[in-house]
Every structure is written in structure tokens, then in C-alpha cells.
């Protein structure tokens, strides 16, 4: 698949941003996903312990990924 510049650089910084997110502000992450559950899937969704920590590991996964991207993408 033959991506722009553009695109190529647009996939890195979002897998960048994403891991930041994961990492910053994993309780907001959660709640959305809670409130995503009780909304769309009409299920409970209770966050048990760890998972903040749980979720800062998927962000250090993201940032790792991003930084590939970028190297493998420039």
C-alpha cells in the first residue's frame, strides 16, 4: 500500500497521541468506556483493580509503536 507523506506521518503522530492519552489520563479513558458499555452495549462495565495500570501499559505499547512507525515511515 503506497501512502502519501502525508498519511505516513498522520499514522505516527496518532499512534503517538493515542499513547499519550493512555498514559495521561487512563480514569477518563475508562469512563468513556464505561459510559460507551452502558450506552451502546446496554452492560455494566466496572473497572477493577489495576486497570489504570493496565491501561498506561497499552499507552508505553503505543508510544513504542509510533516511534517503529516513524522510523520505518521517514
Do not use: C, K
Not at 507523506?5 to 477518563?28: M, Q
Not at 450506552?39 to 466496572?46: D, G, I, N, P, Y
Request: zero cysteines; proline letters at 3%; charged letters at 20%.
Amino acid at each position: 500500500m503506497d501512502l502519501t507523506r502525508t498519511e505516513r506521518r498522520l499514522l505516527w503522530v496518532g499512534t503517538a497521541l493515542a499513547g499519550a492519552l493512555h498514559l495521561l489520563v487512563p480514569g477518563l479513558l475508562l469512563s468513556m468506556a464505561q459510559l460507551g458499555y452502558r450506552w451502546v452495549l446496554s452492560v455494566e462495565f466496572t473497572p477493577q483493580d489495576g486497570a489504570r495500570r493496565r491501561v498506561r501499559l497499552l499507552g508505553v505499547g503505543n508510544l513504542i509503536v509510533a516511534a517503529i512507525l516513524r522510523r520505518l515511515l521517514d
